[in-house]
Nanobody, 115 residues
Framework: VQLVESGGGLVQPGGSLRLSCRAS????????MSWNRQAPGKERELVAD????????NYADSVKGRFTISRDNAKNMVYLQMDSLKPEDTAAYYCSVRRNGVSYWGQGTTVTVSS
C-alpha cells in the first residue's frame, strides 16, 4: 500500500487549497478513504472520510461547510477541497486507508494558513 499526498502550501486566511492523494497497491475502489491532520503539539484527528463509491461522506465539525472530500476511483485518487481556510487549519494533512485491520498513512503534506 502506498499513499502519496500533494497540494499543501502557504495560504492566507480565507483562501483555498486542494489536496490530492494518489493511492496504489490495493483495490482502491473497495475501501473508505480518509483525510486526517495533525497540528503542532496536538493529536492527529480525522478531518473527513468517504466510502468506497462516494455514497457517504463524513466531516469533523470544525470543517463542515468549508471542506469537501471526493474521490476518483478510475484514477485511484482522493481529494480534499479546503475553502475559507482559517489559521487553526494549519497542520500536516495525511490520507489514510484501513485495510484488513491495518491503517496505512501517507507521508503527509503541510498546510499553513497565515497572513
Amino acid at each position: 500500500v502506498q499513499l502519496v499526498e500533494s497540494g499543501g502550501g502557504l495560504v492566507q486566511p480565507g483562501g483555498s487549497l486542494r489536496l490530492s492523494c494518489r493511492a496504489s497497491g490495493f483495490t482502491f475502489s473497495s475501501y473508505t478513504m480518509s483525510w486526517n491532520r495533525q497540528a503542532p503539539g496536538k493529536e492527529r484527528e480525522l478531518v473527513a472520510d468517504i466510502t468506497s463509491f462516494s455514497r457517504r461522506t463524513n466531516y469533523a465539525d470544525s470543517v463542515k461547510g468549508r471542506f469537501t472530500i471526493s474521490r476518483d476511483n478510475a484514477k485511484n485518487m482522493v481529494y480534499l477541497q479546503m475553502d475559507s481556510l482559517k489559521p487553526e487549519d494549519t497542520a500536516a494533512y495525511y490520507c489514510s486507508v484501513r485495510r484488513n485491520g491495518v491503517s496505512y498513512w501517507g507521508q503527509g503534506t503541510t498546510v499553513t494558513v497565515s497572513s
